[in-house]
């Protein structure tokens, strides 16, 4: 899971220090208006050092209001990070991601390749890092490839279900250079998390944050099942009148 800045934790260290700025502030103020009222009238403030302690002041002043809009604009993001992330619910997506879970016998990803490889190699590593599969892709030829794992390590075991599970692709053309790939996670989007202030999307059995999506496309709709289908066509000949009698 990729590191997520909280938006309570900038919240609280915009807040701290609009504290101390406003506290130098208003001390700053304080000892300009004492400075003014007790200097020398027959030899005052130097102007240009005045100009520059008026400077500082306006300076403190607009870091103050800068501040406050951060606030307001964490705030605003706050309020409509599920809301806004609810609406990819029921979609199609496809994420740059490759972690998930392996669960009911299986695990999924697809893969993109930027050309035709010559060799093309998958890795399955767990959540130490450790490979516990390697074999050769499925397809090598460029474009969107899928790619299903059973759970079989490359030394004959077998991994339980539950673990998370990450997949690397490993593409060289003929002439030994690489070719570009990437990891995808492609399905519908089945719901929609919060953690530590960012918003994440559930596809199939993994889970990442909104930054990572690609691609949203309108769900398919699913065909009507064949008996539905007959029972349609029986009604619509039912209320035809029946011109022979």
Do not use: C
């Not at 496809?94 to 009911?104: G, I, K, P, Y």
């Amino acid at each position: 899971m990729v590191d997520a800045v909280s938006s309570n934790s900038a919240a609280g260290k915009i807040n701290t220090g609009s504290t101390m700025m406003a506290s130098n502030f208003e001390t700053f103020l304080s000892l300009l208006t004492a400075q003014l009222k007790n200097q020398d009238p027959l030899s005052p403030v130097d102007s240009n050092e005045f100009t520059a302690q008026l400077t500082q002041m306006a300076g403190v002043e607009q870091q103050l209001l800068t501040n406050t809009l951060l606030n307001s604009l964490l705030k605003a993001q706050e309020g409509q990070g599920l809301n806004g992330a609810a609406q990819y619910i029921g979609k199609e997506a496809t994420a740059v991601w490759s972690t998930t879970r392996f669960e009911d016998g299986e695990a999924n990803w697809s893969y993109e390749l930027a050309g035709n490889a010559a060799t093309a190699t998958i890795q399955v590593l767990d959540a130490k890092g450790k490979v516990v599969w390697s074999g050769d892709a499925p397809a090598k030829t460029n474009g969107l490839h899928d790619f299903k794992w059973d759970g079989k390590t490359t030394g004959g075991g077998q991994v339980d279900d539950g673990g998370v599970y990450t997949m690397k692709v490993i593409a060289k053309d003929g002439a030994g250079k690489d070719v570009g790939s990437q990891v995808v996670i492609r399905g519908r989007v089945s719901g929609v998390e919060m953690y530590d202030g960012a918003a994440f999307v559930t596809i199939g059995k993994s889970i990442m944050p909104v930054s990572s999506l690609i691609a949203l496309e309108e769900a398919k709709a699913s065909p009507p099942a064949k008996k539905d289908e007959e029972d349609a066509a029986a009604s619509a000949f039912s209320s035809i009148p029946n011109l022979f009698n």
